[in-house]
């Protein structure tokens, strides 16, 4: 299939069904309390098309950037969803609920958002199985890279990594990951000693992000590297590569992570590379040469690690999938730390519908479906947790609302519609700046990274 049919097909499912899930958590909850759901609507602005089923109009609108349930009697948001019909029943009014039941609409969105992001890695913990963590033993140190700048060795055991003791490989891969050319504290022993020395990840641009490498891998015993996917009409399909290809050699060199196949290839662009692969009882050889795949000199193919994974239980899997979201979250708050303290710019943190196309459209040509579902619960982990930040027209600025309304009336007083209208008018100021910057900044990273295109220095090579 085409590379941009898949492209395109891979965002519209992922933003779609990210925007239809959350919006849903909102249309179930009202209709369970007896609310009118007047709209049904994936986008904003102009009906596209759609259909009514009872009092309820399903439709799509003009722009892709969201969705909205159009309750009935809840004029907050009149400006972007229109006005409520004239004709509803006082008990299927929104506006005369009781604020626990505004709440419980107003929450149920993100909350969707949030249990799909659970959903996903717990049902795939189930399937398969969870990762075992590797010792926390460094296996090998990448020539020039930061680990041997710092001084790292192979052999060192990780005692301490930006400050906290025992940490996951994870959580030390992403704490690199998300502080590129910044300097991290590690604590290695090394001869029954403790040696604390700071390393600086090196940065690289992946997909039009910075990111920071370590320049090690951690012990995972003997992990098998194997082909993950390979690309329609590029050199590895026309060499022979294919899925499940386990790579034993590259260039003569044994291969023992899948960053060492990644780093070779950056390192022998237009130079024939010679690969010893095993394919079932077989070994053979295949020699193949980068060549400009949508701007970027590649082989194309994707080689994973395959790490080994343990069965897990109903609870060994529900915790997994919630460490992740915990992760996910942590990150997102670092990286946001990272801004305000002007440590990390704002253009290399957010992103918009063009970021969310281009990172669709990596998980599933590299990915595959476990890639769409992936990007689907961390698109959907992002939705759900934005939603619910104090801003006037989202979730997070109703159920403030809610707050300061519950507070007046404490004390005999009420919020005037005026001054909810104006509060409402400046949350959507904010939202459009917000969306401007980001539509803008995603124009800036592309351009940046077409005049990059002919070195591609910068970019992951396969």
């Known amino acids: 299939m085409n590379f941009y049919l898949i492209s395109t097909l891979a965002f519209i499912f992922i933003l779609g069904a990210a925007v239809v899930i959350h919006e849903f958590g909102h249309f179930i909850v009202a209709k369970l309390l007896g609310i009118r759901v007047e709209t049904f609507s994936v986008g904003f602005g102009k009906r596209l098309f ?44 929104f506006d005369l609920r009781p604020r626990w039941q505004k709440f419980l609409v107003a929450v149920a969105g993100p909350v969707m958002n949030i249990l799909t992001a659970i959903a996903v890695p717990f049902v795939g913990a189930m399937a398969t199985g969870v990762p075992i963590a590797p010792s926390l033993v460094v296996k090998s140190v990448s020539q020039g890279g930061a680990a041997e700048v710092a001084g790292i060795r192979p052999g060192d055991r990780i005692v301490s ?16 990951l998300i502080s590129p050319e910044q300097p991290l504290p590690i604590v290695v022993e090394r001869d029954g000693q403790q040696i604390p020395l700071s390393v600086t990840p090196k940065k690289r641009v992946d997909g039009g992000e910075a990111i920071g490498e370590l320049g090690f891998q951690p012990d995972f015993g003997n992990i098998p590297v194997i082909v993950d996917s390979v690309s329609d009409n590029s050199p590895a399909s026309e060499a022979g590569l294919k899925p499940g290809d386990r790579i034993l050699t590259i260039g003569g060199e044994p291969v023992s992570s899948d960053e060492q196949v990644v780093q ?57 999938a919630v460490d992740r979201n915990l992760e996910f979250i942590r990150l997102t708050g670092v990286a946001l730390g990272q801004v305000f303290s002007g440590r990390r710019s704002m253009s290399d943190t957010f992103s918009g519908p063009i970021g969310i196309a281009k990172a669709s459209s990596r998980a599933a040509t590299e990915g595959g479906w476990e890639g769409v579902f992936g990007m689907l619960a961390f698109l959907s982990l ?71 295109r002919p070195a591609a220095s910068e970019t992951q090579q396969r």
């Open 50 to 93: 759609g259909r009514r089923w009872g009092t309820t109009d399903y439709r799509l609108s003009l722009i892709p950037l969201g969705g909205y349930v159009k309750l009935g009697g809840d004029e907050s948001n009149a400006g972007i969803e229109g006005e409520s019909a004239a004709d509803i029943p006082v008990g299927e009014r």
């Open 161 to 176: 990594f930006n400050g906290r003791e025992n940490r996951e490989w994870d959580k030390i891969r992403n704490d690199a």
């Open 264 to 320: 070779y290839i950056r390192d022998h662009k237009g130079e024939p590379i010679r690969l010893n692969i095993g394919r079932g009882s077989e070994n053979l050889e295949i020699v193949a040469t980068t060549r400009m795949i949508d701007g970027v000199d590649r082989l194309g193919f994707s080689p994973r690690e395959d790490y080994p994974l343990q069965r897990a239980g109903l609870f060994g899997a529900l915790g997994y």
């Open 382 to 452: 992002n939705l759900g947790v934005f939603n619910l930040l104090p801003i006037p027209v989202l979730d997070g600025g109703m159920i403030m609302m809610l707050f300061i309304e519950g507070t007046l009336a404490g004390v005999g007083l009420k919020l005037s519609m005026a001054m909810r209208e104006r509060i409402q008018q400046v949350g959507f100021v904010f939202l459009l700046l917000l969306m401007g910057f980001v539509i803008v900044n995603d124009i800036t990273k592309t351009a940046s990274e077409w005049s990059r």
